[in-house]
C-alpha cells in the first residue's frame, strides 16, 4: 500500500510540473516592413511577403522607413547586414548598408535621378547560417 501511494503522489507531482518559459532559441525568422513617404506619395507593407512598390517623381528624394521585426528565434548571436544592388545609373540609397540585430528600425533615402518609368531595386538581407535573401521593390518614377 505504502509503494501505491508514493506511485501515486509521484505520478500527481509530476503532472502538475510545468516548464519555465525558456527563451526562443535558434536562427530567427523575421518580417521587413517598409514606410515610405514623400510629399504626395506613401506606401506601406512587409517586402518579405510580397514586392511593393514605391511611387516617387523624377530628380527626387524620397525617405523608407524599414522596420525589421523578430518574430521568431533568438536575435542575440545573429547579425544582419542590410544592403540594396542593382541600382540603375543615376539612383542612389543612403545608407547603403546596415548592421544590426533584430527588432532594429531605420530610414533609408533614396534619389532618382534618372529618367520615368519602373526600376526594380533588390533589398538584400546576409546572415551567416541564413545566407543572402532578396526582396525586390519596384521604384516608379514619375514627372
Known amino acids: 500500500m505504502k509503494i501505491l501511494l508514493t506511485f501515486l503522489l509521484t505520478l500527481f507531482c509530476c503532472s502538475c510540473y510545468?516548464?519555465?518559459?525558456?527563451?526562443?532559441?535558434?536562427?530567427?525568422?523575421?518580417?521587413?516592413?517598409?514606410?515610405?513617404?514623400s510629399s504626395y506619395y506613401g506606401v506601406q507593407g512587409s517586402i518579405v511577403n510580397n514586392p511593393i512598390v514605391v511611387t516617387t517623381h523624377q530628380n527626387n528624394a524620397l525617405s523608407i522607413n524599414l522596420v525589421f521585426s523578430l518574430l521568431s528565434g533568438n536575435p542575440t548571436n545573429y547579425p544582419f547586414t542590410f544592403y540594396a544592388d542593382s541600382l540603375s545609373p543615376g539612383i542612389t540609397i543612403n545608407p547603403?548598408?546596415?548592421?544590426?540585430?533584430?527588432?532594429?528600425?531605420?530610414?533609408?533615402?533614396?534619389?532618382?535621378?534618372?529618367?520615368?518609368?519602373?526600376?526594380?531595386?533588390?533589398?538584400?538581407?546576409?546572415?551567416?547560417?541564413?545566407?543572402?535573401?532578396?526582396?525586390?521593390?519596384?521604384?516608379?518614377?514619375?514627372?
Do not use: E, W
Open 18 to 37: 510545468r516548464a519555465a518559459k525558456l527563451p526562443a532559441t535558434g536562427t530567427p525568422t523575421y518580417d521587413i516592413v517598409a514606410t515610405s513617404y
Open 96 to 143: 547603403d548598408s546596415l548592421s544590426f540585430l533584430l527588432n532594429y528600425s531605420n530610414q533609408i533615402s533614396l534619389l532618382a535621378n534618372t529618367d520615368t518609368g519602373y526600376q526594380t531595386i533588390n533589398f538584400k538581407m546576409y546572415n551567416s547560417d541564413l545566407g543572402i535573401r532578396i526582396y525586390p521593390i519596384q521604384l516608379h518614377i514619375i514627372q
